[in-house]
């Protein structure tokens, strides 16, 4: 039987999804989702109740205030004006309102800033170890992924090989900082350097190379550090950002997109992007969450909370005997795993009731992934069963 190109390319894309999906809905961990005794670090994920602001403020503006309270919108002004403020206190750039756009999380927030700019053809960095969603979104843009590692030394970007990537079609680089699961923050050493790479290939293309900065985690920072966004060295950034880390409630869907005042043209991109939230099935948050946009701005997780549970598990972890280094941000803690095999490794943890991520589903293999976004009891609880496991991998050195 003849296959249509869409089922075709839904095959390539499960397949590329595959392993993925397989661990989501089929692993020892998805089939003990809801087993209070589990210690569930997979993914960032709630494990305490919701922020009280939170759901006071859902509650406060789901009351309507008049008719057409929960009319179709694309972005009531409220909320756009108070996105603009935030963020030229936290970037200390001037934002315009007209150049924000509210999106159903940050997924719709980098779908959208795709289809607004590629071209049949067109080429997208992307950087590995990569959020899982990436190469899907770009393919799905009609772009096609150039996958380029970073240094695998330092987690920090390899300018070389972004400048070995680029070609006359290149369109534009992911960039994601602090960066998912490394926990690194590049710094501005590097995004100047990339910015120059980036406006030598845009003057040698004589079309814009665009950095799509995706800043889902750029509010979980630790140490005090200061954040850096490309925005701030590179002209031609689109700031792509979502609440669901911040307000640690991603089922609920908000995000956006905003241009920096610097960027050229972005009047023409105003109803491009319109026109893609469109296109992506009216990529545009619910009304109820645009209204509680500018009181949701206001709060945030308690950050110093994970960062003393990024501490605690450290200080445990390195005690053991595990090998990890100290993210400067985002939900996460990257330990080596002591069996070449990661998966082996994390279906041993699992033998132990404490669940993480494989790195190989990050392509980082030899590598796992612990979201801190576990609750103060799981960790309690975890860290004899990182000991045991740990152990045991000593004890059988030759499997994985
Ligand atoms: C790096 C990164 N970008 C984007 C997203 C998407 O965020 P959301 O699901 O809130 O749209 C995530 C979520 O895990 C992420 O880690």
Request: charged share 20%; aromatic share 10%.
């Amino acid at each position: 039987m003849a296959t249509s190109p869409y089922s075709q390319q839904v095959g390539s894309l499960l397949e590329q999804l595959g392993p993925l999906f397989s661990f989501m809905t089929r692993s020892p961990w998805a089939q003990r989702q809801g087993d209070p005794t589990i210690c569930d670090f997979v993914v960032g994920n709630p494990h305490d109740m919701p922020l009280p602001g939170f759901v006071d403020a859902l509650q406060r503006w789901s009351v309507p205030r008049t008719k057409d309270w929960f009319a179709y919108t694309l972005g009531e002004q409220p909320a756009r004006a108070a996105i603009a403020a935030s963020l030229r206190e936290r970037r200390q750039l001037p934002f315009d309102e007209e150049d924000v756009f509210i999106t159903n999380g940050g997924f719709a927030a980098i779908a959208v800033a795709l289809r607004a700019i590629i071209d049949p053809g067109d080429e997208v960095i992307f950087l590995s170890p990569p959020w899982f969603f990436y190469e899907l979104l770009i393919q799905a843009s009609g772009a096609v992924p150039v996958r380029v590692k970073v240094n695998l030394a330092t987690f920090d970007l390899d300018l070389e090989a972004i400048a070995a990537a680029i070609t006359p079609r290149t369109r534009a680089i992911i960039v994601n900082s602090p960066h998912n699961p490394t926990g690194v923050i590049y710094p501005p050493e590097t995004l100047e350097h990339l910015a120059r790479l980036l406006t030598a290939a845009s003057a040698r293309n004589s079309r814009a190379l665009f950095i799509l900065s995706d800043e889902a985690y750029s509010r979980i920072v630790f140490d005090g550090r200061p954040y850096f966004s490309p925005a701030a060295f590179y002209p031609n950034t689109f700031v792509l950002y979502t609440y669901g880390k911040t307000l640690l409630a991603p089922g609920q869907r908000l995000g956006y997109i905003a241009l920096p005042p610097s960027m050229p043209g972005r009047e023409q991109l105003r109803p491009a992007i319109l026109l893609a939230q469109f296109m992506t099935g009216f990529a545009v948050a619910n009304a109820l969450l645009q209204h509680a946009l500018p009181e949701l701005e206001t709060l945030s997780i308690d950050v110093g909370h994970l960062e003393r549970k990024r501490d605690r598990l450290l200080e445990a972890l390195r005690e053991l005997g595990y090998d990890v280094h100290t993210p400067a941000g985002t939900f996460y803690l990257l330990p080596r795993s002591p069996w070449a095999d990661d998966r082996a490794f994390v279906e041993l943890l699992g033998r132990h009731d404490v669940f993480v991520l494989p790195g190989a589903l990050v392509e980082l293999p030899g590598y796992f992934r612990i979201s801190l976004t576990a609750n103060d009891d799981m960790i309690d609880r975890a860290i004899p069963g990182f000991a045991a496991a740990l152990e045991q991998a000593r004890t059988t050195r030759g499997v994985g």
